[in-house]
């Protein structure tokens, strides 16, 4: 049996400030994506409920980054989806790796 060791980031943020508020996003990114000699990850999800709405936001992430302790991170950044006359834009990087092991 082989084992394949894959990885996902934990993304928290807070959006742009538009309209009178701001959104938090919380999530997971996908496994890696291979691209080149590096790799990417996708990432979707719902905002924080404020104001009385939520947004949709989804993406891909930057190829990989590295860190100066090890490991790596990524950038991820876009709009919001376009709710209650307004979007939001949000621009971060996402937490260290986190290794899980997957089977095949």
Known sequence: MNTHIHHIHRFQNATSFNAGHIHHMVGETS???PVGMSHVH???GVTSLDNAHVHHFA???????PLPGGGHTHRYYGPTTFDHGHRHIYDALTGNEQSTRLFA
Do not use: A, L, Q
């Open 31 to 33: 496994y890696e994506i």
């Open 42 to 44: 996708s990432y979707h």
């Open 59 to 65: 993406g891909t992430t930057s190829p990989s980054i």
